[in-house]
C-alpha cells in the first residue's frame, strides 16, 4: 500500500506552487515532466492545481525529474524581500563602549555568515576578542569614521570605505566621530 501525505495539515498548496515554480524555472512542459517523473500527465495537472493526495515516492521522482531537493516541493518558499526597519532587529549593546550592534541576517548552514548593523559612539572602544579560528570580518562604514583591525594593525576608515581582516585575533572598533555607523559581515568557518 502505498503511503500518501496528510490531509490534516495540507502542504498541498505548497506542494502545487512549488510544482509550478520549479517545472517552469526547468522549461519544461507538463508533459515532458510528467514523462520524466514516470506519471501521468492527469496526475501531475492535479497535483499542480492543488488537488490529488501525492505519495512521497511521487513527490521523489518529481524532485529528481526536476534537479531540485524534496524539500524543496513540500517546505513553503520564504519571502524573497525581507526588510528590517531602521531601530528594528535584535540589538545587543556593549557592556564597556559606547557599541551596538544589530543582527539583520544570520548565516543558513550553507552561508555561514552574519549580518550586523554597527552603531558606535566615541568612546574607549571595544576590544573583541578573537572568534572561532578561520573567521574573517568585512566592515563597511556608512558613516562617521572609525579605527578599526586588528589590535596590532588598525586602520581608519570613513564613509564608503571597506576593510577586511581576520576575526580570529584580538581586534577592536573605534568612533572617531559621533553618530558612526558601519555593516559588519561576519563570516564563520
Not at 26 to 54: H, Y
Not at 103 to 124: C, F, K, N, Q, V
Amino acid at each position: 500500500m502505498e503511503r500518501t501525505l496528510s490531509q490534516s495539515a495540507s502542504p498541498l498548496p505548497t506542494i502545487a506552487a512549488a510544482l509550478r515554480r520549479e517545472r517552469e524555472r526547468a522549461g519544461l512542459s507538463l508533459t515532458e515532466l510528467a514523462r520524466r517523473a514516470g506519471i501521468a500527465k492527469s496526475t501531475l495537472s492535479q497535483l499542480e492545481s492543488g488537488a490529488g493526495n501525492p505519495s512521497v515516492e511521487t513527490l521523489w521522482s518529481l524532485g529528481v525529474a526536476l534537479g531540485v531537493p524534496f524539500s524543496r516541493l513540500v517546505e513553503p518558499v520564504t519571502p524573497t524581500v525581507q526588510v528590517i526597519r531602521a531601530g528594528e532587529g535584535p540589538r545587543v549593546q556593549a557592556e564597556r563602549a559606547e557599541f551596538a550592534a544589530t543582527l539583520l541576517s544570520a548565516g543558513s548552514p550553507h552561508a555561514r555568515r552574519d549580518i550586523y548593523l554597527l552603531t558606535i559612539e566615541p568612546s574607549a572602544g571595544r576590544e573583541a576578542d578573537a572568534h572561532l579560528p578561520g573567521s574573517i570580518e568585512h566592515l563597511i562604514v556608512a558613516a562617521g569614521r572609525l579605527r578599526t583591525g586588528p589590535v596590532s594593525e588598525p586602520v581608519e576608515l570613513g564613509p564608503g570605505d571597506y576593510a577586511t581582516f581576520g576575526g580570529d585575533a584580538p581586534h577592536r572598533y573605534e568612533a572617531l566621530e559621533p553618530g558612526t555607523v558601519a555593516v559588519l559581515v561576519m563570516e564563520h568557518p
